[in-house]
């Protein structure tokens, strides 16, 4: 298994965390609750990262500090891509 932490695209984007394993690449964004439209435009950044690693799937973890958040998993399709989004 092999991890990279802030990995950088040749665009010069980061990502938060890839991990290799067993042949196959797991691509994980990691964000901070901001609101649902800020939350919109990280999932459409995972999106962008899998196209640039040639994945159809992959990982959000969404910290909310809130009191009255909304925790648990959900699965979202974003074109061809799929992402799973966890809020803790």
Do not use: P
Request: charged share 35%; proline share 0%; aromatic share 14%.
């Amino acid at each position: 298994m092999n991890y990279y932490i802030e990995a950088q695209t040749r665009d010069a984007r980061r990502t938060d965390v890839i991990v290799d394993y067993r042949g196959e690449q797991f691509i994980v964004e990691l964000k901070i609750w901001h609101g649902g439209e800020y939350n919109k435009r990280g999932e459409t950044q995972v999106a962008d990262y899998l196209d640039y690693y040639h994945q159809t799937k992959g990982y959000m973890v969404s910290f909310n500090f809130n009191r009255k958040k909304e925790r648990g998993v959900k699965k979202i399709q974003i074109g061809e891509k799929r992402i799973v989004e966890a809020v803790v």
